[in-house]
């Protein structure tokens, strides 16, 4: 198996926090070779849930809305964080609900995976909910305004290589869902 | 077309620079409906490219590394970050050959993708290098140790799904290419 090593933490240094939202800490660090890095960073935001929610029919329910971090308007996965305590699939129940007023039949685990695994920024859980229907008005409470809007297939291809995913959570979380062997 | 509005960006305040590792700001902003948000964070780190490198026999030439953001190892796509005034093609063949020691016949751009597209985090840049062969030992000059190892397809798909690409940028670059139609 692997001679990788992990790197030995010397020390780790808070930068900034306004704790949930964001906390940014310098890690000092010794090598596998003897070497020491100071001011490796690590910034941390809270984790997430991304839902690929389609209906019976296989269209996918999915939101525009303005995302300020890229000061553009982006097609996005129902997402948002998880609430201090709150298990993925929780997160993924009440934020579909919350933002679109969909509800799932089933729901499966799509896969976690950090963004900017260097610096452990944040970790997406995906999730996959099957024979969502709607049954309730959107109420996000989000700060930004949304539309739902619902894509077949062969829009969500398009949309995921023409830009208007713009965001790598919900692409990813698309592009899992595509590659699952149709048996499933 | 949508009607979804831009925030009014009020001010932006410094909070902690590392250059050009990685700066933190704060943002205060004026919703649609005309309530006011302070703190709104936005951190930026480089912009980087993420490489699918794929042999004649449709092997992935891929990497294990131990990555500290996340505290394990990892499989990851050759990947690095684009230097100051270096266009995105030029960083994808420049680190493809240090991290690989490979070049390629044929290059194809995969999109563009931004990591937490609420704070701007970075840009992926996805790019597909297609005939790829070894020229050189690999360079890197990274801190990370790495181990070069061939992957087929069959690999990649159990890699994506059994927590081996711990990284979302990886994971959507592989998923992004394994999406492509079969013609091209």
Redo the contacts between chains.
């Keep these: 198996m692997?001679l990788?090593?992990?790197?030995r933490l010397l020390a780790r240094r808070p930068?900034?926090a306004?704790r949930p939202?964001?906390t940014?800490e310098a890690?000092d660090?010794e090598?596998?070779?003897g070497?020491r890095?100071d001011?490796?960073?690590?910034?941390t935001?809270p984790d997430y849930v991304s839902i690929v929610a389609v209906t019976p029919e296989r269209s996918f329910v999915m939101l525009?809305?303005?995302?300020?971090?890229?000061?553009?308007?982006?097609t996005?996965t129902p997402a948002g964080r998880m609430e201090e305590g709150e298990a993925p699939l929780a997160a993924a129940k009440r934020e579909l609900l919350e933002e679109t007023g969909y509800e799932a039949a089933r729901w499966e685990a799509g896969?976690?995976?950090?963004?900017?695994?260097?610096?452990?920024?944040?970790t997406?859980n995906a999730f996959f909910a099957f024979d969502v229907r709607k049954i309730a008005e959107p109420n996000s409470g989000d700060?930004e305004?949304m539309?739902v809007h619902l894509l077949d297939e062969g829009e969500i291809?398009q949309a995921?290589?023409d830009?208007r995913?713009?965001?790598?959570?919900s692409?990813?979380a698309l592009?899992?869902f595509?590659?699952r062997p149709p048996a499933s």
């Design positions: 692997s990788l090593k992990p790197w930068i900034f306004d939202f964001i940014v890690d660090v090598l596998p070779d070497r890095v001011n490796f960073y690590r910034v935001v525009r809305q303005y995302k300020h971090g890229i000061g553009r308007v982006s996005t896969g976690r995976f950090v963004m900017a695994a260097n610096l452990r920024f944040t997406m700060l305004e539309e291809r995921l290589t830009g995913v713009a965001d790598a959570g692409a990813l592009s899992l595509l590659l």
